[in-house]
């Protein structure tokens, strides 16, 4: 197995526990709630108390990474949500498992920007599209796992047992430390240029000239030279978290008020699930030939649009199973492709110096406006009665993330990372 192929399955496999984690809350809450009888905002709660630690992981991650390194916070991250996820299975209250999935996030958001700028500065230029979407296409793998784990599990074993089995992938962290040396790139910018030759040599990548710049200050994201791309950053991450969380943290629980029982939810979100695998593929093969900013504005809209006529099909006392799967396999085909994009984008956008500090505070912000998605929902649930309304309001979220990327967003298919960050900040 070539390193590059190595590398993305080590970083993969760390992709995949994440989704698989996170994924596995939305299930669980469901049986929770019911098992405890909570409201939906109550619900929606313990959901936004495991974003708002994901905010806070996922905007100091990338500057401490950027300090001391890429995979020493990967490592690290990956062990804490883990082990968290199994002590979620101890909590006896809403508050308990809100608080300790709070903390869990603050893992579980780190390690995302991370990895994402760890394997795009060992990706060839040409290649770095495909090779960080097919990254994040881990993201589907773990997700259907989470499905099949809450549609099996859930039901029969209960959900402590659920949490208890997400324990597992603190186990990989021994994979990750073997399988993936330190970005050369971050080697050379600290000036350790004989480690930075020799993970050059083993990966079989062009060793580039550092860049010569001081230590910076997180300033930089807004001097003129990088503002516009971080406004477009965090205004596309916005739409993208909040959509994505309100979307697919809730659908069990939106099934279970539109009349289907707790084992029907679970095995159509499952099903749903599974489309987002080709979605992924698909914009893994065009962001190289078409380029991220197409690609992801196509994306986008076509979420926008599937959003929109699965918010028609809930307006039916109880949808259809070909309703369900149909619209809600479009969402996941593209939501999830754009995500895959948006992973390739948002490291291209910084030189070495900021590139893990802008993308995690470009997830950062992100995950605290998606953070109050889930109560946001369960509040419209409450106010409204129907998904209908929240459903219009994601496909309104979708296209107007569509339409800041066609204004503000440049095109970088094809660019060296030094090429796209012209090397020397502004100052």
């Not at 709630?33 to 495991?50: D, F």
């Not at 999830?336 to 505070?361: C, F, K, M, N």
Request: hydrophobic share 55%; proline share 4%; aromatic share 12%.
């Amino acid at each position: 197995m070539t390193f590059q192929r190595r590398l993305l399955f080590a970083a993969g496999g760390g992709w995949l526990f994440d989704a698989m984690d996170l994924l596995l809350v939305g299930t669980v809450v469901a049986a929770v709630g019911r098992e405890w009888h909570l409201s939906k905002p109550v619900v929606g709660g313990i959901i936004t108390a495991n974003l708002i630690g994901m905010f806070l992981g996922a905007s100091l991650s990338g500057i401490v990474a950027d300090r001391f390194g890429r995979k020493a916070v990967f490592t690290w991250t990956l062990l804490a949500y883990s082990l968290l996820t199994g002590v979620s299975a101890l909590a006896w209250s809403a508050a308990s498992l809100a608080l300790i999935r709070f903390v869990a996030g603050v893992g579980l958001g780190g390690e995302l920007p991370v990895a994402s700028t760890l394997v795009s500065e060992f990706a060839p230029k040409e290649r770095r599209g495909r090779t960080i979407v097919l990254l994040e296409s881990f993201w589907a793998y773990g997700t259907v796992l989470a499905a099949l784990i809450g549609a099996v599990v859930v039901p029969t074993a209960g959900w402590r047992v659920a949490l208890l089995i997400g324990m597992l992938p603190a186990l990989y962290v021994f994979v990750i430390r073997r399988a993936i040396p330190e970005s050369p790139r971050f080697l050379l910018a600290s000036g350790r240029a004989a480690e930075s030759r020799e993970v050059a040599r083993i990966a079989g990548i062009a060793n580039e000239a550092p860049e010569r710049t001081p230590r910076v200050t997180l300033g930089a994201l807004f001097a003129p030279k990088f503002a516009k791309r971080t406004v477009m950053l965090w205004l596309l991450w916005i739409a993208l978290v909040f959509s994505y969380y309100g979307i697919f943290t809730w659908l069990p629980s939106l099934l279970l008020a539109k009349g289907f029982t707790l084992r029907e939810a679970l095995w159509l979100n499952l099903a749903v699930a599974v489309f987002q695998i080709p979605g992924y593929y698909a914009a893994a093969a065009l962001v190289d030939r078409l380029g991220r900013k197409p690609t992801l504005v196509a994306f986008l809209t076509c979420a926008a649009i599937g959003s929109f006529f699965f918010a028609g099909a809930t307006l039916a006392p109880q949808p259809s199973v070909a309703a369900v799967i149909g619209w809600g396999a479009v969402i996941a085909f593209f939501n999830l492709g754009a995500w895959g994009v948006t992973y390739t984008y948002t490291p291209e956008q910084y030189p070495t110096a900021i590139r893990a500090s802008g993308a995690g505070l470009a997830a950062g912000a992100g995950r605290l406006v998606g953070a109050f998605a889930p109560a946001i929902v369960g509040a419209m649930l409450v106010r409204f009665g129907s998904p209908y309304n929240v459903f219009v309001v994601f496909a309104a979220v979708m296209m107007a993330g569509a339409l800041v990327v066609l204004v503000l967003g440049d095109e970088t298919r094809g660019k060296s990372l030094e090429e796209l960050s012209e090397t020397r900040l502004a100052a």
